[in-house]
């Protein structure tokens, strides 16, 4: 079921500091600059964003608070754990790169100003989601 939740003050975590992390964070700062990431090392570009790091290995109090979770972590088992303990807080998460795990699905997203389109395959197709978000792009700019 597609949403647009409104995020501007709401405690937003990324569990990881890899690039699959980093992509999701930038896709989120689109619509927040407020966020916290929490992982024991961070690929490059984290520095460049206005999101809060924490150089540590994840921790369920870390979850204190939250309202919504990304978990881009590379080690699976991780990735399953954070996702139980989410789920034991109702704390809606995403666990990259793993559909089946997830409460929710990012879509491909063009956003100017006030306006956002959404473009989901519900995780089946991301090429194509990106690709048919990409045309919206284009005839909406033309």
Known sequence: MPLC???AGKRILLIGGGKV???KAVALLRFTDEA???SPAFTDGFDALPFTRVCKTFEPADLEG???VYICTENENLNAAVKAECAARGILACVCDN????DF???AVWKSENMSVAVSSNGQDVRR???LRDKIRQLIES
């Open 5 to 7: 939740l409104d995020v």
């Open 21 to 23: 992390a980093l992509h």
């Open 36 to 38: 916290t990431v929490i």
């Open 66 to 68: 939250a309202f919504l």
């Open 99 to 102: 559909p089946a795990l997830c």
């Open 105 to 107: 699905i990012s879509p």
């Open 129 to 131: 989601s990106i690709a």
